[in-house]
Antibody
Framework: QVQLQESGPGLVKPSQTLSLTCTVS??????????WSWIRQLPGKGLEWIGYIYYRGSTYYNPSLKSRVTISVDTSKNQFSLKLSSVTAADTAVYYC????????????WGQGTLVIVSS | QSALTQPASVSGSPGQSSTISCTGSSSDVGGYNYVSWYQQHPGKAPKLMIY???NRPSGVSNRFSGSKSGNTASLTISGLQAEDEADYFCSSYTSSSTLVFGEGTRLTVL
């Protein structure tokens, strides 16, 4: 059974960079065909797709966040990471990592989510 | 990219059926058979209920079904049960090789 677990600071100051890591267990991140994704949920709001990375390194980002987002993968550690720069209070959200079956939005496995608050 | 349009809330009585719509455009919902539906209970991560418009992952009840007509996809839940009360989100692949979610619908089982 594949499991994902987010980790990282729960509090980030405005203008700084939010950094989160997703550790994958129960399966190799190098297994072909999967897209490793970040999704967030603003308080009391809907879901917002941030972007995803294929294990070989190709990335796809939400156009509204593209200028501030970097997603990377470390196959040796079976992890992938999110960096979101120049954060503001509007970036306060629960951040989820998830595995997309084929890049079409079939998020079959999710982490439990981690709340990141942007505040001074 | 704009969020897909869903009704804010729907309701139904136990045993009845309820349908949630998800409206996009020809650049997303209407252009691809890559619409998924997620169920989310409070404080929990979303759960995949339907993928590729009509397919159910293993373990998901056959009371959940999906369909699509033009730019609108729909999730139908038959034989409503108390445990079905949750938020439901749709998602779609887009012509920009990105993904977009719906605004979300709160299903209340009366």
């Amino acid at each position: 059974q594949v499991q994902l677990q987010e980790s990282g600071p729960g509090l980030v100051k405005p203008s700084q960079t939010l950094s989160l890591t997703c550790t994958v267990s129960g399966g190799s991140i190098s297994s072909g065909g999967y897209y490793w994704s970040w999704i967030r949920q603003l308080p009391g709001k809907g879901l917002e797709w941030i972007g995803y990375i294929y294990y070989r390194g190709s990335t796809y980002y939400n156009p509204s966040l593209k200028s501030r987002v970097t997603i990377s993968v470390d196959t040796s550690k079976n992890q992938f990471s999110l960096k979101l720069s120049s954060v503001t209070a509007a970036d306060t959200a629960v951040y989820y990592c998830a595995r997309d079956l084929g890049g079409w939005g079939d998020f079959e496995y999710w982490g439990q989510g981690t709340l990141v608050i942007v505040s001074s | 990219q704009s969020a897909l349009t869903q009704p804010a809330s729907v309701s139904g009585s136990p045993g009845q059926s309820s349908t949630i719509s998800c409206t996009g455009s020809s650049s997303d919902v209407g252009g691809y058979n890559y619409v998924s539906w997620y169920q989310q209970h409070p404080g929990k991560a979303p759960k995949l209920m339907i993928y590729d418009v009509t397919n159910r992952p293993s373990g998901v009840s056959n009371r959940f079904s999906g369909s699509k007509s033009g730019n609108t996809a729909s999730l139908t839940i038959s034989g409503l049960q108390a445990e079905d009360e949750a938020d439901y989100f749709c998602s779609s692949y887009t012509s920009s090789s990105t993904l977009v979610f719906g605004e979300g619908t709160r299903l209340t089982v009366l």
